[in-house]
């Protein structure tokens, strides 16, 4: 991180946020041996001009992780290039192209990476809905608000297709259609192996709109696509930053074969006892704070890469 340029004041703000930040215990990850992932919905950003402590709060906060899928990127990066800036040269990115309509809401999703620890190996795709032939041309009859975005990485023996996505609000009828119909898609294109992909372990992050792990909602998504929950999260009850119900908008899924996961995950809430508005922007009310660092937690998790022992053993066990 750079911090060649903060004041007083945001040091300690600073340090105020790094022992929120410890209350997560996001563990280290170590190169070739572990992986810290997460996904992040910051609100509407880009949308508006960030504050310089919004920004820097922001970079703090993703620092502690080495890929990061972050939605409702908007169309202007502006402000994402200034949260690169202090997170210095190491950090890379990939990124998608943004829709101009109300439904699209010009978002992007963006996946931020520290290629020290991880190495982004080429295949960056948005998923299109299947088509059917109808008069001589093609058609969907799936309507996918903002395209599900994905694409492939490596950390030590682990490769590894990351996919995100944010599922519409709208109604709740469009919002199961589009959760089961990416869930097909999923299920088409591992399970019934329609394509060759760079590789089967897949990991699915986002914004999911999903109220509760026992809904329909989750049932949607999961059901068809086989999609499973790491035990580390589990308990996991409230990714939002909202007054209110608890919500499992967020979500870290995984159709994985060659991976094992640290038991580690978790997220980093900012809000508790009003830390938000009380400490980091103080001149600013609860709604006015989460559009300077967002409405959403980061969710995250720890991915073992030294994976030799479970390839081993899915070889003796293919064997028998």
Not at 16 to 23: A, D, G, T, V, Y
Not at 177 to 188: R, S
Not at 287 to 307: C, G, M, R, V
Request: aromatic share 12%; glycine share 6%; net charge negative.
């Amino acid at each position: 991180m750079d911090y060649s340029k903060v004041s007083k004041d945001q040091a300690i703000k600073l340090q105020q946020l790094n022992e929120r930040i410890e209350l997560a215990n996001i563990p280290s990850s170590s190169l070739d041996e572990s992986l810290n992932v997460a996904t992040w919905n910051i609100r509407d950003f880009g949308k508006s001009r960030r504050s310089d402590d919004g920004i820097l709060f922001i970079a703090q906060i993703l620092y502690q992780f080495d890929l990061i899928a972050i939605t409702e990127v908007r169309d202007d990066l502006t402000d994402f290039k200034r949260v690169l800036n202090l997170l210095g040269p190491n950090w890379k990115f990939v990124i998608n192209d943004w829709q101009p309509d109300r439904a699209g809401n010009r978002e992007r999703v963006a996946f931020l990476y520290d290629e020290r620890m991880v190495t982004f190996t080429g295949l960056a795709a948005e998923a299109s809905p299947a088509r059917k032939k109808i008069d001589g041309d093609y058609y969907s009859s799936q309507s996918w608000w903002r395209s599900p975005y994905f694409a492939s990485f490596s950390a030590g023996q682990f490769d590894f297709i990351l996919m995100a996505m944010h599922a519409r609000w709208g109604t709740t009828d469009g919002r199961i259609d589009e959760l089961n119909g990416f869930g097909n898609w999923i299920k088409k294109r591992w399970e019934d192996n329609e394509d060759k992909v760079f590789d089967k372990d897949l990991i699915v992050v986002g914004d999911f709109n999903i109220p509760s792990n026992d809904d329909r909602f989750y049932q949607a998504l999961t059901v068809e696509s086989k999609l499973k929950m790491p035990d580390s999260l589990k308990g996991i009850n409230d990714t939002a930053a909202a007054q209110g119900t608890p919500k499992n908008y967020d979500q870290i899924l995984h159709r994985c074969d060659q991976v094992s996961f640290s038991g580690r995950g978790g997220v980093v809430d900012f809000s508790k006892d009003q830390f938000m508005e009380t400490v980091l922007f103080p001149e600013l009310t609860f709604k006015q704070a989460t559009f300077q660092l967002s409405d959403h937690f980061p969710l995250w998790l720890q991915i073992k890469t030294n994976n030799d022992q479970v390839r081993l053993k899915n070889i003796i066990g293919s064997a028998v």
